[in-house]
């Protein structure tokens, strides 16, 4: 038998292969012999050696190779040669990372021989609806779960990289397991996902407190791209926060050790957050954070335009 599994999903593509390898193993436990190649990395003769019948015993062989349109004329020499396709106990599995369309320009003959020859499932791009679901499913399976707008927050990041969202919230559920809670909040995400939107609006919200120069062309430069400045503007009031909790701790003369453990931030966040709060009083920052209430109220309500946050806040 020869399986060829391909498409742009590879998450679902290597879950697929170990979900089939698991099956016949516990079909056959007593004669299950598993084989595991690359084309881009392993000598060919193995693969071939692999795919012949050879032993007077019963015994299923199940050959995995990956990348096989790497090697597209070895492949169709392997299933002509050696019969493959016509051996009961040999299975020949293949799989590839890549869009059917991609596959076929590259390798059109090797391509319709195993239409011809094997079984193929293709595992396209998942769409948002499939990633929202293995998300759900997999948080639910360790019993956590994530606030309100977080859980969109991640998977705009991620992207349909199933991979990487897997990461991340493997990431998570070990912070939430290791701290003892059932829930994960925004100050999470923050601690342990490179947001790359967050990063930037990191360094606007950081420049606003340290370069007013610098920062008004990054407001600009953020706002004049089309993105979303009430996004811009709730960053804005949580880095305000940040300063406020840390400006009352050195108000209360505690150290800089103690307020790190009591905060729990990211290390690089807080010696940021410190350095900065050290500057302005506990007074300036309530003042600065009330204009920023004010103008989201006024935002909201159509009685300010984006393009004057800055000036409103910090000015």
Known sequence: MIILLYGQDSYSITQYVNQLVARYQKKYPDSFNLYKFDLEENDLNEIRNATRETSFFKQVKFVVVKNPFAKPAFIEKVIK??????QKETVLLLYQNGAEKDLKEKNQKIFDLLKKEAQLKEFRQPTLQAINKFAANYLAKHKISIKKGGLSKLMKETGSDFWRLKN??????????EENKKEIDENDLAKLINFRIDHNIFVITEAAFSNQSKALMLFED??????????????????LKNLLIIREMIDKNMQYTQIFKKTKMHPFFFKKNYETAKKYSLNDLKEIFQKAVD????????????ENMFFKIFL
Do not use: C, T
């Open 222 to 239: 953020y706002l004049s791209q089309g993105n979303d400045p009430l996004y811009l503007l709730s960053m804005i009031a949580y880095q």
């Open 81 to 86: 040669e050696n019969g493959v396709g016509k």
């Open 295 to 306: 103008f989201e109220i006024a935002f909201k309500n159509g009685r300010a335009e984006a």
């Open 168 to 177: 991340e919230l493997d990431k998570l559920i070990g912070l939430a397991k």
